[in-house]
């Protein structure tokens, strides 16, 4: 019996989840399509775009936090 899913628009949990774990790409999407058979995969812009102002804010505080090199 083929899947009742027509497809899967993981969230940026997943996405957060699976760099947490060091896992690139092409093993996360493996791992997606492992776990829930062939199915069309899908990203949100929302999705894409939850996690830039941590982005930008890991920069910042980064570039704060390492103090320039005294001369």
């Known amino acids: 019996m083929a899947s009742a899913?027509?497809?899967?628009?993981?969230?940026?949990?997943?996405?957060?989840?699976a760099e947490r774990?060091?896992?690139s790409v092409p093993d996360f999407i493996e791992s997606i399509l492992r776990a829930h058979g062939p199915l069309d995969l899908s990203l949100s812009?929302?999705?894409?775009?939850?996690?830039?102002?941590?982005?930008?804010?890991?920069?910042?505080?980064?570039s704060r936090s390492d103090p320039a090199p005294v001369r």
């Open 5 to 17: 899913l027509l497809g899967l628009v993981p969230d940026s949990s997943t996405a957060i989840s």
């Open 45 to 62: 812009p929302v999705t894409v775009a939850e996690p830039v102002p941590g982005i930008f804010r890991a920069q910042t505080s980064g």
């Open 21 to 23: 774990r060091k896992q």
